[in-house]
């Protein structure tokens, strides 16, 4: 007879303990030494059945998923970590310990999965603890990337309203190149060839689009299609990009520590990358005053790509117009406009239908000229719609 919920946590929870005690004796991390923590999570589910009727445990028929749920409990992201192993799945989010969601195939769905709020800091401060950052009532807010690329996104009382909202963002690896990208339906295959041409000639690329609309996907895909002899820097709040290039240095920000210090912006990268000898400079995201850093960067001489929240490719330019003004500097349209058009070559708008498929919608190109107060463009794509 199958075990109710409650009784396979329990013995769940009972051996994953005993396993805790056995990698503690013998000083072995899981995390470094998987091997060795199967086996003795084996032994110690083989153990709990054979004493089981003697002692009054209740027996499990499934040692391999009772192997696998004690392994997660003491190594992985325990109720979660199925979620993160699944492929299919995008994004998880936690709204509250029993209601849990995920993202396959860019729609959602509900998990039927209940935790209690005890399991979800528990699970958070597992995630973070090899990140080097924190979340607590001076810090309602973390970003921190996971071990395997995944991105972290939390939030805590009073910020949200009764529980701990939690977002994970999975690293989707099976779509690194372009050629990944026309398989899926996602460009084109002229528009493909289009875009790495513009890499490799040079060019400085916009990437635009809504939330989930495939901006950081498309971007990672484009940076590994440059030429291997380049050198590509990479600067981001916080590691997400994919990036299979050769001579690639990665950069992210850092939080500031307890004491208001250590803080490291993305402007501070981008001036630091500047000197890292760049055959281009890519910001993950563009959403604040670095936009004026990155558009002196590319005035420069050093190509450059990103990506940027908008609604259109007009719309990006348009923004990309507007962020340096945030600097507070003596900046205004007149240095801005001319600044985009004559560094700024293309824009590459994405887009997420209904029904979850992401593809690119539009390619346009900047004319290097500014009329009427506005950077002129010419289209040289733009999807099909039925």
């Known amino acids: 007879m199958p075990l109710s919920l409650d009784a396979a946590d329990a013995v769940t929870q009972a051996v994953a303990e005993r396993v805790r005690d056995r990698l503690r004796a013998e000083q072995t991390d899981p995390a470094r030494h998987p091997e060795r923590a199967a086996q003795i999570a084996a032994a110690e589910v083989r153990s709990h059945n054979d004493y089981a009727h003697a002692r009054g445990w209740a027996y499990v028929e499934d040692e391999g998923g009772l192997i696998r749920d004690v392994l997660a409990a003491v190594s992985g992201y325990g109720p979660l970590q199925a979620l993160l192993d699944d492929p299919g799945v995008e994004e998880i989010w936690i709204n509250a310990p029993d209601r849990i969601y995920c993202a396959r195939g860019g729609r959602s769905e509900r998990v039927p999965l209940v935790l209690t709020a005890t399991a979800v800091r528990d699970l958070v401060e597992r995630m973070l603890h090899a990140t080097g950052r924190r979340v607590d009532l001076s810090h309602p807010f973390v970003d921190a990337s996971l071990p395997d690329g995944s991105r972290l996104h939390v939030v805590i009382p009073d910020i949200t309203r009764a ?44 990437v635009s689009g809504a939330t989930h609309a495939g901006k950081t996907t498309l971007l990672s895909a484009l940076i590994s299609s440059c030429p291997p002899d380049q050198r590509v820097i990479t600067v ?25 210090t250590g803080e490291v912006t993305l402007r501070r990268l981008v001036k630091e ?18 936009a004026l850093d990155l558009l002196l960067a590319l005035n420069t001489g050093v190509p450059g790509a990103a990506t940027l929240h908008a609604n259109s490719a007009a719309e990006a330019i348009r923004k990309l117009a507007s962020l340096p003004l945030l600097a507070g500097r003596n900046i205004d349209a007149d240095f801005v406009l001319p600044a985009i058009a004559s560094s700024v070559d293309l824009v590459v708008h994405c887009r997420r239908r209904p029904d979850g498929h992401r593809l690119v919608s539009e390619v346009a190109e900047l004319t290097g000229e500014v009329s009427a107060g506005t950077v002129t463009t010419r289209p040289l794509y733009r999807e099909h719609v039925r």
């Open 163 to 206: 529980h701990w909202s939690v977002n994970i963002r999975k690293f989707v690896p099976h779509r690194r190149t372009l050629a990944d990208l026309v398989s899926a339906g996602a460009l084109p295959s002229a528009v493909a060839d289009l875009l790495e041409t513009s890499m490799a000639a040079g060019r400085s690329v916009l």
């Open 236 to 260: 981001e709040e916080t590691f997400e990009l994919a990036v299979s290039s050769a001579d690639v240095v990665a950069l992210q920000g850092r939080q500031p520590s307890l004491e208001g």
């Open 273 to 290: 990358a500047l000197r890292m000898r760049p055959d281009r400079l890519v910001i993950g995201e563009v959403r604040d005053a670095e």
